[in-house]
């Protein structure tokens, strides 16, 4: 439930996966996060859906996953962009 909030920093290699029981529209927001992130949402297929890049910390605004997903997955921000992961 925690997620990745109150951290002050992530090592690069690190991140936070999310596996929910059924697959649904899943929504995060950054309260209380201190770091950027890139959120990865992904469906029951492991495709990814939708990526929120370089989010805003402390920011209370939704992030929608934009469709059914199962997992999501928490990474530095940039990390996407540096690995060549897209939607």
Request: net charge positive.
């Given at each position: 439930m925690q997620g990745l909030m109150y951290r002050k920093?992530?090592?690069?290699?690190?991140?936070?996966?999310?596996i929910f029981l059924q697959a649904e529209e899943h929504s995060f927001?950054?309260?209380?996060t201190f770091i950027s992130l890139d959120?990865?949402?992904?469906?029951?297929?492991?495709?990814?859906?939708?990526?929120?890049?370089?989010t805003t910390p402390?920011?209370?605004?939704?992030?929608?996953?934009?469709?059914?997903?199962?997992?999501?997955?928490?990474v530095n921000a940039g990390y996407t962009d540096k690995y060549g992961i897209n939607e």
């Amino acid at each position: 439930m925690q997620g990745l909030m109150y951290r002050k920093s992530m090592d690069e290699n690190r991140g936070m996966i999310f596996i929910f029981l059924q697959a649904e529209e899943h929504s995060f927001w950054m309260k209380n996060t201190f770091i950027s992130l890139d959120i990865i949402f992904a469906d029951a297929n492991k495709k990814i859906i939708k990526i929120h890049k370089h989010t805003t910390p402390h920011s209370t605004k939704s992030l929608p996953s934009g469709g059914p997903t199962l997992y999501v997955v928490e990474v530095n921000a940039g990390y996407t962009d540096k690995y060549g992961i897209n939607e």
